[in-house]
């Protein structure tokens, strides 16, 4: 399969995707409260509104699409089956890595409560500079610098009221 | 009425508040830095600076962040010159001519030129601005709640149609944004899209929304790149040293300033012009300054070896597009870029509606906008002449070790919002939401642009609708409306068929 038909065939999976929010959100909207007064525009109307032009522009994008994949089927001859990975496609590492980054972002903003914005934040980014350059003492670091900068901009200058465990949270200037 | 002479005098003073002088040095001194760092640009900038704006007054916000923008543009060209490497995608034609002056023993000269061609580009469209102000006050007080409705359509089709990539995910994009827009508590009663959940009922916070969609996906870039590729990414490829030592030819003297003059004015035409046009932006109009001015120059050929005139045309031509851009931002509610969509959210989220009325009904707040860009430029003069060897060393910061920064700063900004952890949550499945669509070319400025001007376009409708008792034919036939209307369909319409026939 050529990398443009992948793409299409994506393109029609988010297509798919919005029509099934338009269909999904549209029935939500049956829920709304109904008009005050009549010709008063009730709270489902610009909803709706919207709906629909998303499933118009939705179910548009697929006939372009498959248009486009009519096209290109008669214009091109059909290719062999690639036996190697297609070189456009993600690479299969970029995709962990975002799991990766997804479960570590996640588990800062889980311990972020419990063990206070002080460690979540020291132990987030020297993990992280950790995993980039291997250097245990850049890592620990830019750690303590991420913490003293969180610490001094928003808990003290804009006296934001962040969970603190060893910090103290008001500060005599 | 809007009268630019009468609002002249409120506006200056606040302006020249000290807090607002303060805050316009920081935001140039905050822009500039993020600018030098490439793969950071006034969107990104401006995105992570939003939280910041929760504690001031409108007009302060404003003037912070625009300076923020106008630092940005500038700081891209620091490291394009020093070390060959854009911080903003503008400064590409600042390279061009900038890094070969520096390596001829002129750093310092580039560098000057940058700055000072920038200030004229930024001072001239904001006079512009100014003088035609009271123009577009008259234009606004013509519309009512069915033309502001056609205008908000017709803004979101421009930005949908030109924001480049295909332009059915752009207005699916603008659709998606409007129907976000509508989660939580209704004016029209009730709440909408809630699904149950007590934290969705004030709806979506648009600093959520801002930061999960124009700052996340470029913190996931960065880290993605970081992991996959920099791993024991260090300095920079070349020593610092070397790259700012200055000839004895190294200056740049009050003669220097009237030669570039004339381009700096020709850029500065051009990026204002440029920037009062939806979608193209300083990068388009760094371009089009940089282009225009090889073809009438005598000294075409040397273009590309470090001429003056092709420094200060592009510098001052994406500097000129901050001002421009204001223009149909604050007139019509239609941003031509990501960072003007958020300048318009900080307006939105202070509770001032942009549009046509903003100019008759918004007293000194736009004159003040516009002195503030003044104001901005003329900071940006100082901080760049005098603070050049202060920002050198940004550039050689690696940026992909910035990422964990970024994200850190992201997440205590959405905690920020109300304290609470559940906002934080929602920007991260937000953020990767946006991050998805992004990869797969839905544009993120489309979704914002209908997030903030959601609000606007529902209140107008549903108030043209009980003007003219529910009938929707009648409400949305004026002239007007019904002339921007099928202008808006006309839009949709060629920009999908042109869409087709490039890929045919």
Known sequence: MTSSRQKSFINIGLYGFFILVAGFGYLQTNGFPQPLLPGYPGSAMFPRLALTLMGVFAAAGIALELLRLSRSAAAEPQAPVPLAPDEDAEEPTSARDFLIVLAMLASFVAVMQWVGMEVGVLLFVAAMVYFVTRRALTSILSGVAAVAVVYVIFCQLLSVFMPLTFLPRYLNW | MFDAFQQFMPALFLVGDPLNIVLIVLGVFIGTAFGILPGFGGSQALALMFPFTFFMEPASAIMFMLSIYSGAEYGGSIPAILIKTPGTSAAIMTLLDGSPMARKGRPRRALQISNVSGVIGGLLSSVIFIFSASGLAWV???????????????????????????????????????????????????????????????????????????????????????????????????????????????????????????????????????????????????????????????????????????????????????????????????????????????????????????????????????????????????????????????????????????????????????????????????????????????????????????????????????????????????????????LALAIIVGSTVSMVRKKA
């Open chain 2, 140 to 486: 606004g007080l013509q519309f009512g709640p069915s033309e502001l409705f056609a205008v908000g359509i017709v803004g979101l089709t421009i930005v949908g149609g030109f924001v480049g990539g295909e332009p059915i995910k752009a207005f699916i994009g603008c659709t998606l944004g409007l129907l976000l827009s509508t989660v939580g508590d209704s004016t029209f009663g009730g709440t909408r899209l809630t699904f149950d959940f007590p934290f969705l009922y004030d709806g979506v916070p648009l600093i959520v929304m801002i930061m999960a969609f124009l700052a996340a996906p470029e913190g996931f870039r960065l880290m993605l790149a970081a992991l996959s590729g920099g791993r024991g990414y260090g300095a920079p490829n070349q020593p610092q040293g070397t790259l700012i030592a200055s000839s004895a030819e190294d200056g740049f003297g009050f003669r220097d300033f009237i030669k570039i003059l004339p381009a700096s004015i020709r850029g500065g035409l051009i990026g204002t012009a440029i920037g009062a046009l939806p979608g193209p932006g300083p990068t388009v109009a760094a371009v089009v300054a940089y282009n225009e001015e090889k073809r009438w120059s005598k000294d075409r050929d040397r273009f590309g070896q470090g001429v003056d005139d092709a420094i200060a045309a592009p510098e001052s031509s994406n500097n000129a597009v901050v001002a421009g851009a204001m223009v149909p931002a604050l007139a019509l509610g239609v941003p031509g870029t990501g960072a003007i969509a958020i300048l318009l959210g900080v307006l939105v989220s202070k509770g001032i509606v942009p549009g046509p009325t903003l100019f008759s009904e918004g007293g000194p707040l736009v004159m003040s906008v516009f002195l503030g860009l003044v104001a901005c430029n003329i900071a940006l003069l100082l901080v760049g002449w005098f603070g050049i060897r202060f920002f050198v060393p940004i550039a050689y910061v690696p940026a992909k070790l910035l990422a964990p920064f970024i994200f850190v700063l992201l997440v205590v900004g959405a905690y920020a919002y109300d304290n609470s952890v559940t906002h934080v949550v929602m920007f991260l499945v937000i953020g990767v939401f946006a991050y998805v669509l992004e990869k797969i070319g839905v544009s993120p400025l489309p979704v914002i642009l209908g997030f903030v001007m959601g609000p606007i376009i529902e209140t107008n409708l549903g108030r043209a609708l009980i003007i003219n008792r529910g009938d929707i034919v009648a409400a949305l036939s004026h002239p007007i409306a019904a002339g921007l209307l099928l």
